[in-house]
């Protein structure tokens, strides 16, 4: 049994889908988010700069003690994996179990991926797909303008302007055939409705953050690390900046209210 919390960031509050996952999954775990909000978004940046951003992230979470940090955040975990896993905790990162969740779905091996321009840069996803499904076809394309629609709430079933971007994005993996679509950037599943209605119901959609928050639990009930509370845990929220319409956008993202929402400055924790 290990009564510490679980870390988990994201360069914003694409990674509240991880959180949601582990909240449903391991109701009795206790748990740190960190939205480096003030520095969103990361996948548009240089490499040298998201792994600057991903060091100082770790710091943070590290100074709760945290048994095992999940890095719910494509980029980060595209570009700055190897900081992640260099570290004295457990850390898991969204490319690996989504990619094998994907390989596990598709049927006809053909498999469209979405990212932040960094994610898809790296071919991070597609280099683990191939290693495991050598014969498959694997898309890629570079979403960038995803982010802010999702950070800014501009998502609802209705909303034009997110409807078009994303039929502008998935027009070219449309006609390749994909029947399984990586959403690599964890701020996407919250643009599920759009996709789908895009895509069709016979594609499978892969969540990143849902991939990485199965694989955690999966790492802590095999290692026995478990908290083994029987009252349910709870989740502290730290951001680096507040914006207008944050707590309805955290609403929309955890499917409850927040609370109490901290702002630290991330600047600190450089070392
Ligand atoms: N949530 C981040 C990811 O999964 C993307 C947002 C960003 O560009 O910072 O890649």
């Known amino acids: 049994m290990d009564m510490r919390p679980i870390g988990v960031f994201d360069s914003g509050l694409g990674g509240l889908t991880a959180v949601r996952c582990i909240e449903e999954l391991l109701p009795n775990e206790n748990i740190i988010y960190f939205g480096d909000t003030g520095r969103v978004p990361y996948g548009t940046r240089g490499e040298d700069v998201i792994r600057k951003y991903t060091d100082e992230d770790c710091n943070f979470l590290e100074s709760f003690d945290v048994k095992l940090i999940i890095a719910a955040c494509g980029t980060v975990s595209s570009v700055a994996g190897d900081i992640l896993h260099s570290r004295s905790v457990c850390a898991v990162d969204v490319v690996e179990p989504t990619a094998r969740a994907a390989v596990s779905a598709t049927r006809n091996k053909r498999i469209g991926i979405i990212g932040t321009a960094a994610t898809v840069r790296s071919g991070s996803y597609a280099k683990?797909?191939?290693?495991?499904?050598?014969?498959?076809?694997?898309?890629?394309?570079?979403?960038?303008?995803?982010?802010?629609?999702?950070?800014?709430?501009?998502?609802?079933?209705?909303?034009?302007?997110?409807?078009?971007?994303?039929?502008?994005?998935?027009?070219t993996l449309k006609t390749?055939?994909?029947d399984t679509l990586i959403l690599g950037c964890t701020h996407f599943?919250?643009?599920?409705?759009h996709i789908r209605a895009y895509l069709g119901e016979d594609v499978s959609l892969i969540s990143a953050g849902g991939e990485a928050a199965m694989a955690a639990a999966?790492?802590?009930?095999?290692?026995?690390?478990?908290?083994?509370?029987?009252?349910l845990g709870n989740t502290?929220?730290?951001v680096s900046d507040k914006s207008q319409n944050f707590k309805n956008v955290c609403r929309i993202f955890l499917g409850r209210d927040p609370g109490d929402i901290n702002v630290v400055d991330i600047n600190r924790f450089t070392k």
């Open 128 to 171: 683990v797909i191939e290693a495991l499904m050598p014969e498959a076809s694997v898309y890629a394309k570079e979403c960038p303008m995803l982010v802010p629609l999702v950070e800014n709430g501009w998502i609802n079933e209705d909303d034009s302007i997110a409807r078009l971007c994303v039929e502008r994005y998935l027009e």
């Open 236 to 238: 502290a929220f730290y």
């Open 218 to 231: 999966e790492i802590l009930k095999k290692s026995d690390s478990l908290t083994g509370a029987s009252s």
């Open 189 to 193: 599943p919250l643009l599920i409705p």
């Open 176 to 178: 390749m055939s994909i």
